[in-house]
């Protein structure tokens, strides 16, 4: 389900018109979160670490509007889920696509991951069966601590939200993993961001 912005009305409409027009309107920001109790959970449950912390990112990101707009044909419009397409490395190392349902019940999501990951090292396809909008684009890149991050850009219009996942490294008695966000300007601005930050890390304290 979607609903349609009328963009004449918007509160956003000049941000929107100023943004669009941008061959490239994304702006980023890498952002460190404690892991510390999301990393426990994990290995206390047997759970798979990046499956239990894309959830709550996942949570937080459902819970701000804004980062559920999407540019469809000219218009905005907002889903009223978003589920995540995160890439997963195959066992040649190279990459293939997911398309994992959002769940709400962090067992019901990790059942979703595992299925995705099940089906990418069983076929030769780079995308999903399931595609759309409705999603973010994310990665794990648990090999590196970063500090900046730079997402590829298609050239075509985009609008969906990207993210990266560093390495989870020791900071004093803490877990830190640093997470890099990207969005469309003429849809988010760095409030927004901020929501999301706080809600994830809320998430992960849990």
């Known amino acids: ?21 941008f061959q490239d309107p994304y702006f980023g920001v890498t952002i460190p979160f404690d892991v510390t109790k999301a ?7 047997n759970y798979s670490f990046f499956g239990v912390y894309l959830h709550a990112c996942m949570v937080a990101i459902n819970n701000v509007e804004q980062l559920k707009y999407r540019i469809l044909e000219d218009q905005v419009v907002c889903y009223d889920t978003i589920n995540a397409s995160a890439t997963i490395l195959k ?36 995308y999903p069966p399931k595609n759309g909008l409705d999603c973010i684009h994310c990665s794990a890149l648990p090999w590196v601590n970063f500090t900046g991050h730079k997402e590829p850009v298609s050239g075509n219009k985009e609008s969906v939200p990207k993210l990266a996942f560093g390495k989870a490294v020791k900071v004093n008695d803490s877990l830190q993993i640093n997470v890099a966000i ?15 930050s706080e809600l994830f890390q809320k998430q992960l304290n849990k």
Request: charged share 25%.
């Open 182 to 196: 990207s969005a469309n300007h003429a849809l988010v601005d760095g409030y927004h961001i901020g929501l999301f």
């Open 91 to 126: 066992e040649d190392k190279t990459l293939g696509f997911s398309f994992i349902d959002y769940n709400e019940n962090l067992e019901f999501f990790l059942n979703n991951l595992e299925l995705e990951k099940q089906r990418i090292q069983t076929t030769g396809e780079l």
């Open 1 to 21: 389900m979607l609903k349609t912005i009328d963009i004449n009305t918007w509160s956003r409409k000049q941000l929107y018109d100023h943004f669009t027009k």
């Open 39 to 45: 990393y426990k959970k994990a290995k206390t449950n």
